[in-house]
């Protein structure tokens, strides 16, 4: 509105056709270098597209740098239907290379969003065989694990039951062995009865032998009586007939 207002302010102002050609072309120049400078700002956005260096708010930075270049070829297709005809056909196929230009430029952004997508979709195509293959790996592992510990079960299982066949065993001798201390016990106590038998036996043996020894010292004697009564019966020497007798009694 304002630069309408400016050119229909123009046309009604005093000024000669000289003066008022020169002051439209200085006004669709200025709208030229809007142009140039928004086309230069969107080329260096497509470069630093190209290299990842704006990932973020693309869309609505060159949306609006897109629509401002638009308004400012439109603003000079109107400045240019205010000229002469003479001179509005360079100026109208300037205007035409710059849509050009600008649907090119809008095509290279589809093209480059279009490849950073793909690009996206192949990182994350990579990034999710990479996960799947950590998954595939984890889930080896988890099956390792287990078969490790079926093979524990197992093995704890045969430990449990040799552990319970040596409990067994155990017990078994354990019988045994108090079985065996019984029998050792009897044992003892019968040969401590033997023992005192022994010793009664012993102390019987002892005690006849000395009762033996006195009935063979009685009869010695008795003898040697009897044999000096005989002596003296038939009138022999009693130290003579002592010795004989004791000859003839050894």
């Not at 002051?23 to 709208?31: A, G, I, M, N, P």
């Not at 050792?184 to 401590?192: R, T």
Request: net charge positive; glycine share 4%.
């Amino acid at each position: 509105f304002f630069f309408s207002s400016r050119r229909r302010h123009t046309r009604c102002s005093g000024v000669s056709w000289a003066r008022r050609c020169v002051q439209e072309t200085d006004l669709y120049e200025s709208y030229e270098n809007d142009y140039q400078r928004l086309v230069r700002q969107i080329a260096k956005k497509l470069e630093d597209v190209s290299r990842c260096k704006d990932e973020q708010g693309n869309g609505s930075s060159f949306q609006s740098l897109f629509q401002e270049a638009e308004q400012c070829i439109k603003q000079m297709e109107l400045e240019v239907s205010t000229y002469p005809k003479n001179t509005t056909k360079v100026l109208r196929q300037r205007i035409i290379s710059y849509k050009d230009r600008l649907h090119g430029l809008k095509e290279e952004l589809s093209t480059k969003e279009f490849q950073r997508e793909i690009s996206s979709i192949q990182n994350k195509r990579e990034e999710y065989s990479s996960q799947k293959g950590r998954i595939v790996n984890v889930g080896n592992r988890i099956m390792r694990s287990n078969d490790l510990l079926d093979d524990f079960e197992r093995l704890a299982n045969e430990t449990k039951d040799i552990g319970e066949h040596i409990q067994r065993e155990f017990k078994q001798n354990t019988d045994s062995i108090v079985v065996s201390i019984k029998k050792n016990k009897d044992v003892d106590s019968g040969l401590k009865t033997s023992s005192k038998v022994i010793e009664i036996i012993q102390r019987k043996e002892f005690l006849n032998k000395g009762i033996l020894m006195a009935i063979i010292v009685v009869l010695f004697f008795v003898n040697l009586l009897v044999l000096l009564h005989k002596l003296g019966q038939s009138g022999c020497v009693y130290p003579v007939c002592v010795t004989v007798s004791y000859t003839h009694l050894r």
